[in-house]
């Protein structure tokens, strides 16, 4: 597996939010984490938490649209155990 990782550009988060993104182009799905909301709230992924999106709507919504940015691993790791922490009961 061949993940690679990017968040939202910063001159994109007051209309998409705070997000980050584990992809694999061979995986029919990324993972999508949600730090906060931006002004765009379609679809179900626009309240905090961590989703599993399909391949195509990273590449057409986000990628396609060149909304995001490569970020090393560690910081991708580092915002989803904090997500986990929010989460949990």
Same mark, same amino acid.
């Given at each position: 597996?061949?993940?690679?990782y ?5 001159? %994109?988060?007051? $209309? =998409?939010?705070? *997000? ?5 182009p061979?995986?029919?799905y990324?993972?999508?984490?949600? /730090? ?11 309240? %905090?938490?961590? $989703? =599993?999106i399909? *391949? ?7 990628k ?6 490569? /970020?090393p ?10 997500m ?6």
């Amino acid at each position: 597996m061949s993940y690679k990782y990017y968040r939202v550009k910063k001159k %994109y988060l007051g $209309y =998409r939010g705070e *997000r980050y993104f584990q992809f694999d182009p061979d995986n029919d799905y990324a993972i999508q984490i949600c /730090i906060h909301q931006g002004r765009v709230k379609k679809g179900r992924a626009h309240t %905090y938490g961590i $989703y =599993r999106i399909s *391949r195509n709507t990273f590449l057409a919504n986000y990628k396609g649209m060149g909304m995001v940015e490569r /970020i090393p691993k560690s910081e991708f790791k580092k915002h989803f155990i904090l997500m986990i922490k929010v989460l949990k009961p």
